[in-house]
């Protein structure tokens, strides 16, 4: 009795326009993903896997962990052998290269499993004397 009916009004005729409407927003934020992240994200990929079809022996390399190498051997499809140090030789997965420094000029002659008895790297530089700033103020030699 103290209770009346509610009854609903009608859209009208333009309900299909409403849809597009919300639909919009959506498509927007898509597009602006697809441009800002997606594409770029695609491309740096491609370039990566270029870069690391490319490598080859005489390269100087850079791995995820950060460890600078000498690429001394191409293993497989996704394995090389890495000079750290003069007589220090690893294996690591291809995958794992983030950067390559230089690149290094082609051995003529070498064939893949030949190994060279001079080492790659160059011979580090003779340490330098390091001088103390109180042994310079104080006259000590």
């Known amino acids: 009795m103290f209770i009346s009916e509610a009854w609903a009004q009608g859209t009208g005729a333009g309900g ?5 409407v919300q639909l919009f927003p959506l498509v927007l934020i898509f597009v602006v993903f697809y441009f800002l992240l997606i594409r770029p994200q695609q491309s740096k990929m491609k370039a990566q896997k ?4 490319g490598v080859k022996r005489g390269d100087r390399v850079v791995t995820g962990g950060g460890i600078i190498g000498l690429v001394t051997k ?3 499809e996704n394995e090389l052998q890495v000079e ?3 007589g220090v030789r690893v294996r690591i997965i291809k995958q794992t290269i983030t950067d390559i420094l230089t690149r290094g000029e082609s051995v003529r002659g070498a064939k893949e499993g030949d190994e060279d008895e001079k080492p790659m790297l160059p011979s580090a530089a003779p340490a330098t004397e390091r001088k103390s700033l ?3 103020l104080f006259g000590k030699k």
């Open 74 to 76: 191409v293993i497989g």
């Open 16 to 20: 299909g326009s409403d849809f597009l």
């Open 84 to 86: 750290l140090a003069e």
């Open 134 to 136: 109180l042994g310079g």
């Open 50 to 53: 270029e870069m690391l079809a």
